[in-house]
């Protein structure tokens, strides 16, 4: 198990752009880098809405001055200061994270990014870039990859224990948006806006976290694709509510991906079923204490978070209570910012070898996700082809 100890000597000064008042993603940012007092809020660009952000700053504890109009204000009042903050997170909508990315990492800052990254591979690849020259972090938020039996499912892949892997399941699919819902909710409007959403919905907003589990736990590159969008709902064409992904990967193994967010009656079914020549491991996000492991000719078992039989180091890394109690959502975005105050530190201190074992959702992990979005279209809008990736 770990604790918050701090192993470096002050808070990182940090800020935020997005994530005002009412948004879905801010709350989840502020509670999660709070949690081990490795990050202090000190300045942000909260809303699109200025006046809105400043109120809203000054109640999260902002001093008035450091409650910007906007992300260049914020940047350039940052710089100023000899306490000027240290890191940002990005929470805007879509549209804005390359050119918020850019801007930050230009005067120095380091960067968390919500995804999907940016709308194209060079825009991410010029951040990627750009985060090196400057050596700065650059993480993406792919929030779920932080849950303690996501890393045990890991360790297990990379120790043999499926064997060779044959097979990948994946599925991201809710029902929130069966209904034109968008005619309400400004949350759900601009997700089926391309101009802010960019060039796809469900595949960005839901299927980027799925696809990126997988890469996480078993390194599988995808060779060849295939990708099959529609809107059940007619107005949000050109973009997708509802998608099918198949996958040809290197080495031979195969997969599959489904996006929706019109599985009426779901909550989340974000699935990933990852089967070997030998055995499968099953994850779903709506119980991620829990990791099934089915051996071929066995009865299934079922293992639990922040137990002694976990491989070595997962508890140490990721749990923070000990099995039993429940952890969720919020201990998973802890454990990455987590992650992310270490990966500064060690930046900050140039501790190579630290930062060669410390994993953590970059900037690269960030660009694959684009490119991947950019070949499913492709795919998607010439008719369902396969497209090398
Ligand atoms: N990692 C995850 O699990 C997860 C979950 C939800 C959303 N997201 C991502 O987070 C981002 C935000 O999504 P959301 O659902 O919170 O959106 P939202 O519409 O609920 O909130 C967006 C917030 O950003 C503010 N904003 C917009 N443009 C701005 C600008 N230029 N400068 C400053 N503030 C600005 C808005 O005023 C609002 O407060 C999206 O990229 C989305 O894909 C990620």
């Given at each position: ?113 919500e995804k999907p990254l ?22 993406v938020?792919y ?29 991201f ?27 796809t919905?469900v595949l960005g907003d839901l299927g980027t976290h799925t696809y990126y589990l997988?890469e ?41 991906l489904?996006a ?105 992990a960030g660009?694959c996700g684009v490119?991947w979005l950019?070949?499913c ?13």
């Amino acid at each position: 198990m770990f604790n918050e100890e701090r192993h470096f000597t002050a808070p990182i000064r940090w800020g935020m752009v997005g994530g005002g008042r009412g948004s879905e993603i801010g709350y989840a940012h502020r509670a999660s880098a709070a949690r081990d007092r490795f990050f202090q809020l000190k300045a942000g660009a909260l809303d699109l809405d200025a006046a809105r952000g400043r109120e809203f700053g000054s109640h999260l504890g902002i001093e008035p001055e450091r409650c910007y109009a906007d992300y260049q204000a914020l940047f350039a009042g940052e710089a100023a200061r000899a306490d000027g903050i240290q890191a940002v997170s990005i929470a805007t909508p879509n549209d804005m994270h390359y050119a918020i990315s850019k801007a930050a990492l230009e005067v120095g800052l380091h960067v968390i990014c919500e995804k999907p990254l940016t709308f194209t591979s060079t825009e991410a690849q010029e951040l990627v870039d750009l985060a090196k020259a400057k050596r700065k972090l650059f993480a993406v938020m792919y929030g779920y990859s932080g849950y303690p039996m996501l890393h045990q499912a890991r360790e297990m892949i990379h120790q043999g224990k499926l064997g060779e892997i044959r097979i990948v399941t994946l599925q991201f699919a809710h029902g929130f948006h069966s209904t034109a819902i968008e005619e309400q909710s400004a949350g759900a409007k601009w997700r089926m806006n391309p101009a802010i959403s960019g060039p796809t919905y469900v595949l960005g907003d839901l299927g980027t976290h799925t696809y990126y589990l997988m890469e996480m736990l078993t390194g599988l590159e995808v060779d060849e694709l295939c990708c099959m969008r529609q809107s059940f709902i007619s107005s949000r064409a050109p973009l997708e509510d509802n998608a099918h992904v198949m996958f040809k990967f290197k080495g031979g193994a195969v997969g599959t991906l489904w996006a929706s967010s019109v599985n009426a009656g779901s909550m989340h079914q974000q699935k990933i079923r990852v089967i070997g020549e030998k055995a499968s491991l099953e994850w779903w996000d709506e119980y991620p204490n829990q990791l099934r492991y089915e051996i071929q000719g066995q009865p299934a078992q079922i293992l639990e978070r922040g137990l002694g039989y976990l491989a070595q180091g997962v508890d140490g890394i990721c749990s923070r209570i000990g099995g039993g109690h429940p952890e969720g959502f919020f201990e998973s975005w802890a454990n990455l910012y987590h992650r992310f105050a270490l990966a500064i530190d060690a930046l900050e201190r140039e501790d190579h070898a630290f930062l060669e074992q410390l994993w953590y959702p970059d900037v690269q992990a960030g660009l694959c996700g684009v490119k991947w979005l950019e070949a499913c279209v492709k795919s998607a809008d010439n008719g369902a082809i396969w497209v090398k990736f």
